[in-house]
């Protein structure tokens, strides 16, 4: 605890997971005045037909 | 915000989720008196070996 | 299965939640081809400080 | 209602599921004092780039 | 991780959750083949105004 | 879409909140290489009796 759940889109890589981690983990750690070692992260990927913004799906938004 | 999270199983079409998704932002965003444009929706998909129901997998209810 | 998990702000009457998730439901139940009594409707409650859009709290953005 | 949703790592077999979900929905019936059929669970996988733990994915800490 | 969500109404002892927890986080341990210091439950409550099953409130439904 | 949920312990102010939904939804922003506009923060709030580590309630670890 705490767990922090990002959901988003599936195309990043690695890299850029790895540096997102790091930093979100950092921030939630000082905001919680925790140790970062407490600090779970999940990300999550929902393709753009699984995704509805507005009423419509993402791949009908573009 | 709002966001609202649909998770089902895996086999509904692409026109079954953009249907859904247009009527549930509909409900949701008259619900709570805010744009159609605020409201986000997730679909996710669950094997029926992932999920629990009464005890059983789904794969050993049928 | 499935479950609807609405997230939004605090101040919608029983009413409200009454029609919304008896249309939800319909809705949701039509779309993966299940009976009505298979669905089930979270909805959540988030402060307005609590919520973060477009990198402010919501407090911040009225 | 209630709803366990298990977040895990993805190497579990069926065989596994099945008992994990048996029990855990014993557990959770019995701890809310209802019948064993109101318990859905939902069993979720995350694969080693997508867990970040103590700032790092799990990828990175083994 | 692993991460369990479990989402139930409001009316439980810290006595049954200290059970519900212990019990819970042992069986998701071994099923995972992980140390249970790993395991993190959260115990989320939801008013009977606030969950709909079978496209009705759940203080509908009694 | 994004959409981050921060489920922590409830004692944080408002101005942690702003700076950590500030902070979190730039480089949730950045990583996924879109406007910040799109990012949707959820801090959610979980009392210790609530919260399980390693197999225990927060309240009995301490």
């Known amino acids: 605890m705490p767990v922090v759940r990002i959901s988003g889109n599936p195309n ?3 890299e850029t997971k790895r540096e997102m981690v790091k930093k979100v983990s950092e921030i939630v750690a000082e905001s ?3 140790p970062i070692e407490t600090i ?4 999550e990927a ?3 037909e ?4 507005g009423g419509k799906l993402l791949i009908d938004r573009d």
């Open 32 to 34: 919680y005045n925790l």
């Open 46 to 48: 929902f393709e753009r």
């Open 50 to 53: 699984d995704i509805g913004a």
């Open 40 to 43: 779970t992260v999940l990300i």
């Open 12 to 14: 990043i890589s690695v």
